[in-house]
């Protein structure tokens, strides 16, 4: 196998080769690069790192924030769903409310008519009864006061005077004819 160390020899007098060439002091350039891993390493372990964890967390609850706006969001719907849901149950009931209010003020007016009527009914026929029992009640007094008209002309024509046995027989005989005729 081969050596390595020759190779590493060849290699580092090509590299003082170089830094010579460019002017590059070898043991600054080191210093350097050993300064900046530990400035590098201090900014990540006490900056960026909790810097990075802040901006994670404080990612984790916008995006918690976005998704309980999302369920609000939905939650409001849903809610607004129920709200016209409820409205119109309301409505309808209102209306059916209304109709049956209606309906029964149609059925109670129709019923106080028809009972206004009957009672209207019932006046007039009491009415004409009353009518038709005032007027038999005058014909029949007219009877015997045209049966008592009679016995008078009667008596007066006769010119005699009868006796109340008489006038009663010829009163009733000319009440009789009457309602005969």
Do not use: C
Request: hydrophobic share 45%.
């Amino acid at each position: 196998m081969f050596s390595t160390l020759p190779v590493l020899a060849a290699a580092a007098g090509g590299l003082t080769q170089i830094t010579d060439t460019f002017g590059i002091n070898l043991p600054a350039i080191l210093a350097q690069v050993v300064s900046f891993s530990v400035v590098a390493y201090v900014l990540w372990r006490f900056a960026f790192k909790p810097v990075l964890a802040t901006m994670d967390e404080r990612q984790q609850k916008i995006e918690a924030g976005l998704k309980y706006t999302e369920e609000m969001k939905a939650k409001l719907e849903a809610t607004q769903q129920e709200s016209a849901a409820l409205i119109q149950q309301a409505q309808e009931k209102a209306s059916a409310i209304i109709h049956e209010t209606r309906q029964s003020a149609k059925e109670y007016l129709d019923k106080q008519t028809q009972e206004a009527a009957q009672k209207a009914n019932d006046l007039m026929v009491k009415a004409q009864q009353a009518i038709e029992l005032e007027r038999r009640k005058m014909i029949a007094e007219a009877r015997a006061e045209i049966a008592s008209l009679v016995v008078v002309t009667t008596e007066r024509v006769l010119a005699k005077k009868l006796s109340d046995a008489e006038r009663a027989s010829y009163n009733e005989s000319a009440a009789r004819e009457l309602t005969i005729a």
